[in-house]
């Protein structure tokens, strides 16, 4: 039940400009939550990461996202892009319940 929303389609800018890339959150729980990048002609990377509430992830590439409860909110925010930025970002988020959920039942 737990699930990510992305507002934005494509974004263009020039070098420079400032990016925010929207992403909302449904989670019963407290997840972490992911930023993902994938460059062109690339398989998805870690970009960055918050496990609780009010934690702020940084990538070594200037990108930040806060991990905002009361907006329930993970906007990925850089200052002034590059051209290298060009990519397609993915928001994520993790299970709630670590380990094993549930179990079989045995019906006779
Ligand atoms: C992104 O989020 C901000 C702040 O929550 C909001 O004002 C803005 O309208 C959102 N943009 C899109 C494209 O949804």
């Given at each position: 039940g737990d699930s990510v929303v992305q507002t934005e389609g494509e974004v263009l800018l020039s070098e420079g400009d400032s990016l925010t890339v929207n992403c909302s959150y449904e989670s019963t729980g407290y997840p972490s939550l992911f930023w993902y990048v994938q460059y062109p002609g690339k398989g998805p990377e870690l970009l960055l990461k918050a496990t609780k509430g009010n934690d702020k992830g940084r990538s070594n590439k200037d990108f930040e996202a806060m991990y905002r409860t009361e907006t329930t909110s993970f906007h990925l925010e850089k200052g002034s892009v590059r051209e290298s930025d060009s990519a397609v970002y993915f928001c994520a988020l993790s299970d709630t319940?670590?380990?094993?959920?549930g179990g079989a039942e045995h019906k006779l």
């Open positions: 319940v670590t380990g094993t959920a």
